[in-house]
């Protein structure tokens, strides 16, 4: 079993849907990373959270440090929006442990 | 503030050579982390740089070697280069202190034929 486990692996969607993707680790942890990488492209930084609920534009990243869940949810979804979304966390020491990722197609 | 970048942005190298790639971390950061992302897999983490110093190292052979400079700036360094060394190859950076709040650059990918 992975320590860091994505739900779904991929996920296609018409323009305007509320998208959920779903991570959970079994380590302890001290921070949760959400990120976003294009096709053949480097990696962006979503967030990062130790614990609650951020927003930044139509994106909310949440955590539930006592259930070792996060969630990333994408409101009023556009094609430009698909990518695949890594969750990765950092533990006790300097690495950072990869979920395999989430595929995401929003068709327009 | 540049944020972190990297050097080349692509690479073409053939079987035994040898590849550096370079990494200026964003303004104010004094860690690098390298990874390693093979087509169609997540990152796998290769070592960390701190104070000029390897911190911490990945599963990866000794063929793979790196370097901090005073100014922070990163270098990775692959030797007797072998196929399956073909990847994107990522620098990320941190706040002191916050090792895991990790600022990505948008990575290398080498080609080796």
């Known amino acids: 079993k992975n320590e860091v486990e994505q739900s779904p692996q991929n996920l296609t969607a018409q323009e305007g849907e509320f998208i959920t993707i779903n991570c959970s680790y079994s380590v302890g942890i001290s921070a949760l990373h959400w990120l976003q990488q294009h096709p053949g492209g480097g990696i962006v930084s979503l967030f990062m959270l130790s614990s609650g609920k951020k927003k930044h534009g139509r994106l909310i990243a949440t955590i539930n440090i006592q259930e070792k869940h996060s969630s990333l949810h994408i409101t009023a979804s556009h094609p430009r929006d698909s990518a695949v979304y890594i969750c990765?966390?950092?533990?006790?020491?300097?690495?950072?442990?990869w979920g395999a990722g989430t595929k995401l197609i929003i068709k327009p | 503030d540049a944020g972190v970048t990297q050097s080349p942005t692509h690479l073409i190298k053939t079987r035994g050579q040898q590849v550096t790639l370079r990494c200026s971390p964003k303004s104010g950061h004094d860690t690098v982390s390298w990874y390693q992302q093979a087509l169609g897999q997540g990152p796998q983490f290769i070592f960390q740089y701190y104070e000029e110093e390897e911190r911490q190292r990945g599963n990866f052979p000794d063929r793979f070697s790196g370097h901090q400079f005073p100014n922070y700036s990163s270098e990775l360094n692959v030797n007797a280069l072998l196929l399956g060394d073909s990847a994107l190859y990522l620098c990320?950076?941190?706040?002191?202190?916050?090792?895991?709040?990790?600022?990505f650059g948008p990575g290398t990918r080498l080609t080796v034929t």
């Open positions: 990765a966390v950092g533990g006790s020491n300097y690495q950072l442990i």
């Open positions: 990320a950076s941190s706040l002191p202190g916050e090792s895991n709040e990790q600022y």
